[in-house]
Antibody, heavy 120, light 107 residues
Framework: QVQLVESGGGLVKPGGSLRLSCAAS????????MSWIRQAPGKGLEWFSY????????YYADSVKGRFTISRDNAKNSLDLQMNSLRAEDTAVYYC?????????????WGRGTLVTVSS | DIQMTQSPSTLSASVGDRVTITCRAG??????LAWYQQKPGKAPKLLIY???NLQSGVPSRFSGSGSGTELTLTISSLQPDDFATYYC?????????FGQGTKLEIK
């Protein structure tokens, strides 16, 4: 079955960096676009980045552009998110998600998430 | 960005009730809409895609309809497991955006 397991979350000071990873299993990872979506505590969902099957197409929402970098390693079935210049408003649970097979754009499967807290 | 507005924000209902949640888009999104269910401390779960297509394994009491700027999620007969928060998401235009959520509570 499809499994997505995020790791790397934790407490970081404003201005600091953190790298999240998402280990994928149960499907052919290289066949799917992948996304990162976050949810601030007690708030709604924010979709902010995707990466294409080969990694040649990437999108960032303005809220993270220039600070976050999405990448993937298809040989290791792994999706990463490098987060730099972190701000208090980046505090959230970060989910990796597998898009649908036809790349319509919705997120068919989600990981359980990893909590990132940005605080001094 | 396309703004997605859900109504109501909170809905109190009883087991067996029929409920409808509406999602309004700031501009036409055609049928490029998904609905997700989220329970506390859990990841969202896909219910409906392309406005009206039921995801595999999702009970048939869930249905979606509409297109353009007004789309709806209907639960035909509420079950105890359905009390959760529901989100709509447009995926017509980047950045993909979610509604603010509708919390479905037990009356």
């Amino acid at each position: 079955q499809v499994q997505l397991v995020e790791s790397g979350g934790g407490l970081v000071k404003p201005g600091g960096s953190l790298r999240l990873s998402c280990a994928a299993s149960g499907f052919t990872f290289s066949d799917y676009y992948m996304s990162w979506i976050r949810q601030a505590p007690g708030k709604g969902l924010e979709w902010f980045s995707y990466i294409s099957r080969s990694g040649d197409m990437i999108y960032y929402a303005d809220s993270v552009k220039g600070r976050f970098t999405i990448s993937r390693d298809n040989a290791k079935n792994s999706l990463d998110l490098q987060m730099n210049s972190l701000r208090a408003e980046d505090t959230a649970v970060y989910y990796c998600a597998r898009d649908d097979r036809d790349r319509d754009g919705y997120s068919e499967y989600w990981g359980r998430g990893t909590l990132v807290t940005v605080s001094s | 960005d396309i703004q997605m507005t859900q109504s109501p924000s909170t809905l109190s209902a009883s087991v067996g009730d029929r409920v409808t949640i509406t999602c309004r888009a700031g501009q036409s999104i055609g049928s490029w809409l998904a609905w997700y269910q989220q329970k506390p401390g859990k990841a969202p779960k896909l219910l409906i895609y392309k406005a009206s297509n039921l995801q595999s394994g999702v009970p048939s009491r869930f249905s979606g309809s509409g297109s353009g700027t007004e789309l709806t999620l209907t639960i035909s007969s509420l079950q105890p497991d359905d009390f959760a928060t529901y989100y709509c998401q447009q995926y017509k235009t980047y950045p993909y955006t979610f509604g603010q959520g509708t919390k479905l509570e037990i009356k």
